[in-house]
C-alpha cells in the first residue's frame, strides 16, 4: 500500500496527540513540527511502525531564526523510507535558553557526525550523545559561527579591506 | 605515431671554459644545476588543486621530465613543499611543522587561489593564505590553474634555484625573513 | 588475539594487550586522498582503536551561502565532490528551479544528463585508478588519466573551465552545444571503451589485486543502511537505492540502465560496482546524445536567466531584467525544500530555505561522504594496517565533501 501525506500525518497524530504543532506540505515533502520532547519517541515509532518503516535518516541539522522567539533555534531530521519510498520532514524548535535534545544515536549510528557538526555551527546539546565536541571547526573556537549574529568574515584579517568587496 | 622530434631541448651546460675533455666552471653553477633538475616535491594536496596536480602528474602534461619522478611524501626527504588547495585554520601549524621538518635548501610554491590568498573562501575558518605562516617563493595563481600553470610555476622554482646563492640559508636577509615568522 | 602473537618477540615473550601503538594515518599521508585524520591504536598490525578527526578543510561553505545571491552559490557547489563538479551544479540548479517553480525542457534535462553522467565516469575513474596505485598498480592510473584529460575537453567545449566547471545557470545552459561539441563526445563514446577494458584487464581478473580486496573492509547491508550509507558504498552492499531511480529528476525515467549491486560491501565489490556504473553511464549518454531533441537551451525564468547581451544593449526589457538579477530585486518565492541529486558517491542533498530575499536563508549540503566516513572505525577495527589503507581508497572519502 502506497503511503500518503494523510497516512502518515494520522499515525503521527494518533501517536504524539498535542505534541504535533503543526504541519504543512510543501514542493512534495509533508513536513511536520513537533515539540522537541518527543523526538527520539517519534523517530522509533517511525522507525519500528510496520507499516512505515522510516529507517534511513537522511539527514540531520539546525536552523536560527531569531525572529521566532521562543523557538529560536529548529533541529530538522529528514527521514525516508526506503521501502515505501516516502520522505518525511521533522522539525522540532527550541528556545534559546534550553539548548538540549535528545540524541539520535541509538536509533542511527549516522545520527553521530551530524549531531556534532549541529553542535559545532549552533550550540545545540545532543544529550546522550557518546562524544559531543566540535568536529569541523578549531577546538579553541569559543563561539557557535553559524548563528546570524556572526559575520561570515574573519575580523582579524589585515589584507582585504571591507569597502572593496561590497561590506 | 607521429614523427620523431629531434630538436628536443634538453637543459643546456653553465657557463664555462671548454676543452679537449675537460670543463671548467664554477661549483656553484653546477650545484645549482644539479638541483634545479632534481626537485623532489611534497604534494601538500588539500582539494580541488589537488586533482589538477594529479593531472599535472599523468601522462599528458608529465611533471616527472622535469625531474620530479620521485614525490617524497616525507618532509625530512623533500625539496620542494607544494601546497595545493584551501589552508584552513586548523591546517595552519600542520603547514608550518611540515615546513619546520624539511631540511635546506628548501622551496615553497603556493598553488592556487586558495593558497595564496585565501581565494573565494574569505571566510572565519579559512587562513587567508599560507605566506601567513610559512614563506613563500612562488605564487600560482588559478581556481584551479590549468596544468600548463602549475609547470610554470615549478619552472619558476627552478629559475630561483638556479641562479639563487647556494648557501641562501647563511644570508642575513633569510634569517631574518625566517625569523618573522618564528622558525629559526 | 594475545597469543596469535605472543611469540613474535621471541620464545617465550608475551605482548602485553594492553601497550598499544598510536599511529596516526594522517592529516597529510599519501594513504588518505585528502586531508583527514585517522588515529589507529594498533597491536602489532592489528587495530584495535581508530579515531577520526576531519574539518582540516572546513570552509564554511553553508555560512558563505547565506551571505551570496543564488547565482553565485554554483561555484562553492562545484568544490564539494571536486572530482564530478557538474553534479553538483546540477544538483543545486535543479533544487533552485524547483523553488521557483520553472519549467525545464526535455532538451535541458539531456544535455544535463550527458554532462552527468559524464561526470560520474570522471568520478570513478580516478577512484577506481587510486585504489590501483595504493596497491601498487600504477600503469592504470596513467592509462585512465589520459582519458580524464578528454572529458576535461568536453567540459571546456562546454562551459570553459576543466575542474571546477559551474556549468549550467537556473534554468539552462548559457551557450548550447556547438558542433565540436557533439564531435568530442562521439569520439569519446567511440575510443574510450577500448582503452577502459585494457584498465580493467589489469585488475579485474589479477590476483594479487583479488587477493588483497576480496573479504577486506565489508559491511553488512543493516549496519551501511543504519550509518547513513548511499551510493556506489551502499549499492556494493546489495541494497539497490539510487536517487536517479526512486526519485527521477531530469528525466531520468526516460533512459534504459541497471543499478549494479554486489553482495559482500567489500573493496571489491565497490570496485566492481563503480566499473559497471561507469558501463552503465556510456550506455546513458549514448542514449541521450542519439535522442536529444531540439529546443532551446533556457527555460523561461526571466527573473533568473541573464538575456543574451545583444538584447541587454538594444531592448529595454532585456536590460530592465539584467539589472534586477544582478542588483537583487527579484522576487525569490518563500519556502523550504529538499532536492536529492545521485552523485559520484551517493545522494547529494540540497535543504534549501528561502525567505524572498536575495541570499538563501539556510542552506544545508546533505553530504554523503560526511555520513559514510562515520562507518571506517566499524569496519576497520580487527583488520590490519595494510586493510584500512585499502578500505579508505576504496570508499572514495573526498575532503571537500567532508568539510565542506
Not at chain 3, 592504470?140 to 559551474?166: H, M, P, S
Request: glycine content about 8%; aromatic content about 12%.
Amino acid at each position: 500500500m502506497a503511503l500518503t501525506s494523510e497516512i502518515v500525518l494520522s499515525k503521527i497524530k494518533e501517536f504524539l496527540g498535542d505534541d504535533l504543532f503543526s504541519s504543512n506540505e510543501s514542493f512534495g515533502m509533508l513536513a511536520v513540527i513537533v515539540s522537541s520532547s518527543r523526538n527520539y519517541d517519534l523517530l522509533e515509532y517511525l522507525y519500528k511502525e510496520s507499516s512505515l518503516e522510516f529507517t534511513f535518516l537522511t539527514d540531520l541539522t539546525g536552523a536560527h531564526y531569531p525572529d521566532k522567539k521562543g523557538s529560536e533555534f529548529e533541529v530538522i531530521y529528514h527521514l525516508h523510507s526506503l521501502v515505501h519510498n516516502y520522505r518525511l520532514r521533522i522539525k522540532c524548535g527550541l528556545p534559546l535558553e534550553n539548548l538540549d535534545i535528545r540524541s539520535m544515536v541509538a536509533l542511527h549510528s549516522g545520527a553521530n557526525f551530524m549531531e556534532r557538526e549541529t553542535y559545532d555551527f549552533y550550540g545545540i546539546i545532543f544529550t546522550g550523545h557518546p562524544n559531543l565536541k566540535r568536529i569541523l571547526n578549531v577546538d579553541e573556537m569559543d563561539y557557535f559561527p553559524m548563528r546570524k549574529e556572526y559575520p561570515l568574515e574573519d575580523q582579524t584579517r589585515t589584507d582585504k579591506e571591507d569597502k572593496y568587496f561590497g561590506r | 605515431m607521429g614523427e620523431l622530434k629531434t630538436n628536443i631541448k634538453i637543459v643546456g651546460e653553465p657557463e664555462g671554459i671548454k676543452g679537449e675533455g675537460f670543463f671548467a666552471t664554477s661549483l656553484s653553477k653546477v650545484i645549482a644545476l644539479a638541483r634545479a633538475n632534481s626537485i623532489w616535491p611534497l604534494p601538500f594536496a588539500t582539494s580541488c588543486c589537488g586533482i589538477e596536480f594529479m593531472a599535472t602528474m599523468a601522462s599528458n602534461y608529465d611533471l616527472a621530465r622535469f625531474g620530479s619522478e620521485k614525490l617524497s611524501f616525507s618532509p625530512r626527504q623533500a625539496d620542494l613543499l607544494m601546497v595545493m588547495g584551501t589552508i584552513a585554520k586548523k591546517m595552519g601549524p600542520v603547514v608550518k611543522q611540515t615546513y619546520i621538518q624539511m631540511a635546506e635548501p628548501r622551496w615553497v610554491i603556493a598553488v592556487g587561489a586558495c593558497a595564496s590568498s585565501g581565494g573565494i573562501f574569505d571566510t572565519y575558518s579559512v587562513l587567508q593564505g599560507i605566506d601567513k605562516v610559512v614563506p613563500v617563493d612562488v605564487y600560482v595563481p588559478g581556481c584551479p590553474p590549468r596544468p600548463e600553470q602549475i609547470l610554470d610555476g615549478f619552472m619558476k622554482i627552478q629559475d630561483i634555484v638556479k641562479n639563487e646563492s647556494i648557501r641562501r640559508r647563511s644570508l642575513p636577509e633569510y634569517k631574518e625573513l625566517l625569523n618573522q615568522y618564528g622558525i629559526e | 588475539m594475545a597469543d596469535k602473537f605472543s611469540n613474535i618477540g621471541g620464545v617465550g615473550s608475551k605482548v602485553n594487550e594492553q601497550e598499544l601503538t598510536t599511529l596516526n594515518l594522517g592529516p597529510i599521508h599519501p594513504a588518505t586522498h585528502g586531508i583527514f585524520q585517522n588515529i589507529l591504536k594498533v597491536n602489532g598490525e592489528t587495530i584495535i582503536e581508530c579515531e577520526q578527526t576531519v574539518g582540516y578543510i572546513h570552509r564554511a561553505f553553508e555560512k558563505i551561502a547565506e551571505h551570496r545571491p543564488f547565482y553565485q552559490v554554483t561555484p562553492l557547489t562545484d568544490r564539494l565532490n571536486y572530482c564530478s563538479s557538474p553534479i553538483n551544479n546540477i544538483g543545486w540548479h535543479l533544487a533552485v528551479e524547483k523553488l521557483i517553480k520553472a519549467d525545464i525542457s526535455k532538451r535541458i534535462d539531456y544535455m544535463r544528463v550527458i554532462i552527468m553522467e559524464l561526470a560520474r565516469i570522471s568520478d570513478h575513474l580516478v577512484c577506481n585508478s587510486v585504489i590501483g596505485v595504493d596497491m601498487g598498480a600504477l600503469s592504470g592510473f596513467t592509462y585512465v588519466f589520459q582519458w580524464r584529460e578528454k572529458i576535461y575537453d568536453i567540459y571546456e567545449e562546454i562551459c570553459g573551465a576543466r575542474l571546477t566547471t559551474n556549468i549550467g545557470r537556473i534554468g539552462g545552459f548559457e551557450r548550447d552545444f556547438n558542433p565540436a561539441v557533439h564531435k568530442k563526445i562521439n569520439e569519446f563514446l567511440k575510443e574510450f571503451p577500448k582503452t577502459y577494458k585494457e584498465f580493467m584487464s589489469l585488475l579485474e581478473r589479477n590476483r594479487i589485486f583479488m587477493d588483497r580486496s576480496i573479504g577486506v573492509g565489508g559491511i553488512s547491508a543493516e549496519r551501511a543502511l543504519n550509518y547513513g550509507f548511499t551510493g556506489p558504498n551502499l549499492r556494493a552492499c546489495g541494497v539497490d537505492y539510487d536517487v536517479r531511480v526512486f526519485d527521477p529528476y531530469c528525466s531520468y525515467g526516460d533512459f534504459d540502465f541497471v543499478i549494479p549491486v554486489g553482495t559482500g560491501g567489500d573493496v571489491y565489490d565497490r570496485f566492481m560496482v563503480r566499473h559497471q556504473e561507469i558501463e552503465e553511464s556510456l550506455k546513458m549518454i549514448k542514449q541521450a546524445h542519439d535522442n536529444l531533441p531540439q529546443g532551446r537551451h533556457y527555460a523561461d525564468v526571466p527573473e533568473f536567466y541573464l538575456p543574451p547581451k545583444e538584447d541587454v544593449y538594444t531592448k529595454m526589457e532585456a536590460l530592465i531584467w539584467h539589472f534586477k538579477i544582478v542588483m537583487g530585486e527579484s522576487d525569490v518565492p518563500v519556502g523550504e525544500l529538499y532536492q536529492a541529486v545521485e552523485g559520484g558517491n551517493g545522494e547529494l542533498g540540497f535543504y534549501l530555505v528561502s525567505d524572498g530575499g536575495r541570499n538563501a536563508y539556510r542552506l544545508h549540503f546533505r553530504r554523503p561522504s560526511f555520513i559514510y566516513y562515520q562507518a571506517y572505525p566499524e569496519i576497520v577495527c580487527g583488520g590490519m594496517i595494510s586493510d584500512a589503507v585499502m578500505t579508505m581508497s576504496s570508499m572514495n572519502v573526498i575532503a571537500g565533501e567532508l568539510d565542506a
